[in-house]
């Protein structure tokens, strides 16, 4: 994150203070924290907040906006501006919305090319195993007030495991990455739960066995070809990835090295 001080010093601007005022607070080492609120209280739901340092100072952040979360089609992500030395953000405004789907979780970062992108997820079918990444990019950006020009916009496909074109192998990446997984966490729950090993050895069986069978493609079973260590191949029912490649969610912003 470039230019971190005046991140700091705004930075609780993303909690959407409802007081209507600007204010200030000192730290023991002199930095200065201010409170501005991005919006007044509204009667929607308001969540998933970003921010981002522009070149020139200003400050953009996102969030997603709607009537409800996944539950709600008229969910679009938001954005507001705040320009270098202003006490006032701009009026808020459209960064992206997939017309009668919801739109989730904005993440806002500058590549080592000074690009914008805007990263989230819209999902298809109200189910967060329905979310399907995407991105948009601005090289122009730095505008006094309302969204960036957008250069382009694409869907992120995931694509985890092994090949799996004609259905997914015993021995998958994917798949065994899950096992591991689960085992660890399983380890981690019986050694920090107060409930009985019991309760805890079922409900981590029923988790298990629930994680691994959509890993498998077990939802949507056809006809493949099991191929063996020589190079030869069977006809045989096999799992197809379909279910591991879509449900991909943004949470964080991106690391660039």
């Known amino acids: 994150m470039r230019g971190n001080k005046k991140i700091r010093t705004v930075f609780a601007c993303l909690f959407l203070v409802t007081t209507g005022t600007v204010s200030l607070a000192r730290t023991d080492d002199g930095a200065v924290f201010r409170s501005i609120e991005i919006f007044p209280l509204v009667n929607q739901h308001v969540h998933g907040s970003t921010v981002v340092e522009l070149p020139n100072g200003d400050l953009l952040a996102a969030w997603f906006q709607g009537s409800g979360e996944r539950w709600a089609d008229d969910v679009a992500i938001m954005g507001a ?34 690009r914008l992108w805007l990263m989230w997820y819209t999902v298809i079918a109200n189910q967060w195993e329905t979310s399907l990444p995407k991105y948009r990019i601005s090289e122009n950006y730095m505008v006094p007030d309302g969204p960036p020009e957008w250069a382009w916009q694409d869907v992120l496909h995931v694509k985890p ?22 085992e660890q966490y399983a380890e981690y729950i019986s050694q920090n739960s107060a409930m009985p090993q019991q309760i805890v050895k079922s409900m981590v069986d029923r988790w298990k066995e629930d994680l691994l069978s959509k890993a498998r493609g077990e939802n949507m079973i056809r006809k493949g070809r099991l191929y063996d260590a020589q190079g030869g191949s069977t006809e045989q029912q096999l799992g197809y990835a379909y279910f591991r490649r879509v449900g991909w969610q943004t949470k964080n912003k991106a690391v660039i090295i």
């Open 81 to 114: 501006r705040l320009r270098a030395g202003a006490d006032k953000w701009t009026r808020p405004f459209v960064m992206a919305d997939v017309p009668e789907f919801p739109d989730i979780n904005p993440i806002l970062f500058l590549d080592a090319q000074d």
């Open 161 to 182: 495991g092994d090949r799996a074109e004609r259905g997914i192998q015993p021995g998958d990446r994917f798949v065994k990455s899950i096992e591991r997984q689960v």
